[in-house]
């Protein structure tokens, strides 16, 4: 199995079983049983796909096949290896590490053994965790933490690229008559700040409020997101300015440094909107939801594994529109609410794409790891001892892919 393993000769280092598995296993995701895991892929792995009708047949005394053929497909889990290096000043962290250890009065100052194990895993380990959650579903374009060559498209993105998914627009396909899109007839940038200010007829169209998240599509011209480039499908949480314009401050993926958005470029466009904005809030997730639930595949929809899956703020739209709505109910926005439709179960992704709802079995989400493979470990080094330089080097080595098993069964609804 593999595992952490902490490396000095000046203390009593730590050996902790099962450490790896943690930084692949312990995301979000995986905790709550979302995903159909294998564990010792270790190179490519077919997944047969194997579908057939049946025919109820006239009686017969001999044996009459009913005349199918089975079908038969397959789909491949290509497990990708990365890994994760840091390196660190010794004396920083000892004495990040002193000063988490000393407790309030002067008597509880800390006095131990010197081992730096724990912090190196309280500090690392959580955002392994946080980066690999978002890799399975985000893919390498969409995570800044992958800077890994091979390719790695995550499960979001095999879905939206495989022909055989039932896909539903949020835009209709560039329509803006709908209550889920709306042209944007301007993109300005500050050239100072570099903050991207948009412009639509009015922002009571759809209801936009601070603290929303829109998706941006067909954008035209030459504005690019500093951090992920092309805007294309990227969201961002908006601040109002005036009745017709909003910035845009937060790329929604930007989860690690909180970095405000920042823009180049211009968008122009010779006739038309220079791009459309997307957008699920508290407004219009009621029937947004409802399209969803209409749609979903009826065989899977009554299946126990079944989940819709849907990104933070389009949860708490939903609690809000609970809220909202309520009539006569005391305590309506203290109470926790529920988070099921009609009886479908709904999971809020604390990392996923934005404006973005998507229905699958649990058995058809296939997340394939390698834990045994002495190669994949996670090991810190304290150098003073082999090479006298007070640095301590942190190594992962890990291993993962993503899979749908049938994407004819699966409903994605994006911009």
């Given at each position: 199995m593999a595992q952490f393993t902490f490396t000095n000769n000046t203390y009593a280092g730590a050996d902790v079983a099962g450490y790896m598995a943690n930084t692949l296993l312990e995301a979000d995701s995986v905790k709550r049983d979302l995903w159909t895991v294998l564990t010792n892929v270790k190179a490519r792995k077919i997944i047969l796909d194997v579908d057939d009708t049946v025919v109820l047949q006239n009686p017969s005394g001999t044996f009459v096949d009913q005349g199918t053929t089975a079908l038969q497909n397959e789909s491949y889990l290509d497990p990708v290896?990365?890994?994760?290096?840091?390196?660190?000043?010794?004396?920083?962290?000892?004495?990040?590490?002193?000063?988490?250890?000393?407790?309030?009065?002067?008597?509880?100052?800390?006095?131990?053994?010197?081992?730096?194990s724990n912090f190196v895993l309280g500090r690392y380990i959580e955002k392994i965790q946080i980066a690999n959650e978002r890799l399975y579903f985000l893919g390498k374009v969409n995570v800044t933490e992958a800077s890994f060559t091979a390719p790695y498209q995550g499960l979001l993105g095999q879905i939206a690229a495989n022909g055989g998914t039932y896909a539903l627009s949020l835009s209709n396909n560039g329509s803006l008559g709908n209550s889920n899109s709306q042209g944007i007839t301007a993109i300005s940038v500050n050239p100072t700040t570099k903050v991207a200010t948009c412009t639509v007829g009015s922002t009571a169209t759809l209801n936009?409020?601070?603290?929303?998240?829109?998706?941006?599509?067909?954008?035209?011209?030459?504005?690019?997101?500093?951090?992920?480039?092309?805007?294309?499908?990227?969201?961002?949480?908006?601040?109002?300015?005036?009745?017709?314009?909003?910035?845009?401050?937060?790329?929604?993926?930007?989860?690690?440094?909180?970095?405000?958005?920042?823009?180049?470029?211009?968008?122009?466009?010779?006739?038309?909107?220079?791009?459309?904005?997307?957008?699920?809030?508290?407004?219009?997730?009621?029937?947004?939801?409802?399209?969803?639930?209409?749609?979903?595949?009826?065989?899977?929809?009554?299946?126990?594994?079944?989940?819709?899956?849907?990104?933070?703020?389009?949860?708490?739209?939903?609690?809000?529109?609970?809220?909202?709505?309520?009539?006569?109910?005391?305590?309506?926005?203290?109470?926790?609410?529920?988070?099921?439709?009609?009886?479908?179960?709904?999971?809020?992704?604390?990392?996923?794409?934005?404006?973005?709802?998507?229905?699958?079995?649990?058995?058809?989400?296939?997340?394939?790891?390698?834990?045994?493979?002495?190669?994949?470990?996670?090991?810190?080094?304290?150098?003073?001892?082999?090479?006298?330089?007070?640095?301590?080097?942190?190594?992962?080595?890990?291993k993962s892919c993503t899979q749908v098993k049938f994407f004819n069964e699966v409903l994605y609804y994006s911009y």
């Open positions: 290896v990365y890994e994760f290096m840091k390196q660190e000043q010794w004396d920083n962290l000892i004495k990040s590490w002193e000063v988490s250890e000393i407790k309030h009065g002067s008597f509880a100052d800390y006095e131990g053994v010197v081992d730096l936009l409020q601070n603290g929303d998240v829109v998706t941006l599509s067909q954008v035209s011209g030459s504005l690019s997101d500093t951090i992920y480039g092309s805007p294309n499908g990227q969201s961002y949480w908006i601040t109002n300015v005036t009745a017709t314009t909003f910035q845009l401050f937060r790329n929604y993926n930007e989860v690690n440094h909180r970095n405000n958005a920042q823009f180049n470029g211009t968008a122009t466009a010779i006739s038309g909107p220079v791009a459309i904005l997307s957008v699920i809030n508290a407004t219009n997730v009621i029937p947004v939801l409802a399209s969803v639930y209409a749609q979903m595949d009826q065989a899977d929809r009554m299946q126990e594994d079944f989940n819709i899956l849907l990104p933070n703020h389009v949860g708490y739209a939903f609690e809000q529109a609970q809220a909202n709505k309520a009539t006569n109910v005391l305590d309506a926005f203290v109470n926790k609410k529920m988070y099921e439709y009609l009886g479908a179960k709904l999971q809020k992704m604390n990392h996923f794409q934005g404006n973005t709802i998507l229905c699958i079995r649990r058995s058809n989400m296939f997340l394939g790891v390698d834990l045994l493979d002495d190669m994949n470990n996670l090991s810190s080094v304290y150098l003073k001892p082999y090479t006298n330089d007070d640095v301590v080097r942190t190594k992962a080595r890990m």
